[in-house]
């Protein structure tokens, strides 16, 4: 599976450039999640043109919905001590010892056979144990995990996880410290007020909202520790208005959307500026998108991350391509 990264490098300035700049590298993951046979029939990734990229993208390609978890998977796996510590504190509330700080990006194939990717296999052993709210002796999670990729796929129906931990299908991260084997389901969602609590989890990340305390704290009610991480909100607005022109933009067959679907005027400029350019190859699109763009609002990095089947039949994975945007706030000190 390849991770198109996408590392801001300075503020967002107007609205039109900025999500000019945005809107090429998502455009660009879009294309590569095309599978090799279509883009092929169109005379390579290369040669697709805007609007047949529009007629033969499928929803799910380039999903990002994974785009906050691995963020927050990515800084923790490359030491980034802002995150670090507020998940440090928060393991400390879920009473997960030791200090070796690591994270399982829980991802699942939405469509075909379950699969988890990232650092399962690695990290895991088999007396690996997933700290609950619950006293007693915790459950093994390197048991349960193929189970609970099972029941992702079917939404927990006929889930063959215990009672005690049948939410767990629900996790996107599993953070917890190496050096103890203590690890811990996780929640994350961009939107706080979407956070929700089920059996089995136990953290619930979301980005900290500007003049509002970001402490750690125990929410009873959802039965989560709640971690707010710092996060570049106005970069995460941004992606997500870009995502909006890409998506209503292909669902108008590459043609400027009704102002219903893409009210906001900056956004429509884009995607004016998209439909100007729909017989173009979408390479040659992105490349002369450079000049409206802001500068310097981003860089790509393109990595591949490892794909561990846990179940079922051998497939051809149903997402190639995952979009990851890194703000400023999320960014490795070089």
């Known amino acids: 599976m390849e991770i198109r990264e996408q590392h801001q490098l300075s503020p967002v300035a107007d609205e039109v450039s900025a999500i000019t700049a945005v809107v090429g590298p998502i455009l660009t993951g879009v294309l590569y999640s095309l599978k090799g046979d279509v883009a092929a029939q ?15 993208h499928r929803p799910g390609d380039g999903d990002t919905g994974i785009c906050f978890e691995y963020a927050v998977h990515d800084a923790v796996t490359r ?9 440090a504190d928060a393991l400390k509330l879920c009473k997960v010892t030791g200090s070796q700080q690591a994270s399982i990006l829980f991802g699942v194939e939405k469509a075909g056979n379950q699969q988890l990717i990232d650092t399962a296999k690695d990290l895991l052993t088999w007396d690996s144990k997933l700290v609950t709210a619950k006293v007693g002796r915790p459950p093994l999670l390197r048991r349960h995990i193929a189970s609970a990729a099972a029941a992702f796929r079917t939404r927990g129906n006929k889930s063959r996880l215990p009672q005690s931990i049948d939410g767990l299908w629900k996790a996107d991260l599993f953070l917890g410290n190496s050096d103890s084997d203590g690890w811990v389901g996780t929640t994350v969602k961009i939107n706080p007020s979407a956070l929700t609590g089920a059996r089995g989890l136990r953290m619930g990340l979301v980005p900290a909202s500007q003049g509002k305390s970001d402490v750690v704290y125990l929410d009873d009610k959802r039965n989560l520790v709640v971690c707010p991480v710092p996060y570049d909100g106005a970069f995460v607005e941004v992606f997500y208005m870009a995502w909006e022109v890409v998506t209503s933009f292909i669902a108008a067959d590459a043609q400027v959307p009704k102002e219903v679907a893409l009210p906001r005027p900056a956004a429509r400029q884009v995607a ?23 500068p310097e609002l981003l860089v790509s990095e393109t990595t591949q991350a490892g794909i561990i089947q ?25």
Request: aromatic share 6%; glycine share 8%.
């Open 42 to 56: 169109l005379g390579g990734y290369e040669n697709v043109p805007l609007f047949m990229l529009a007629r033969n």
């Open 79 to 87: 030491g980034e001590s802002s995150v670090q510590e507020r998940i």
């Open 272 to 294: 004016r500026y998209l439909a100007d350019r729909r017989s173009y190859p979408v390479l040659d699109v992105v490349e002369a998108l450079t000049s409206l763009a802001q």
């Open 310 to 334: 846990s179940g079922g039949s051998q497939t051809d994975p149903t997402i190639a391509t995952v979009l990851a945007p890194t703000p400023a706030g999320l960014a490795a000190a070089k």
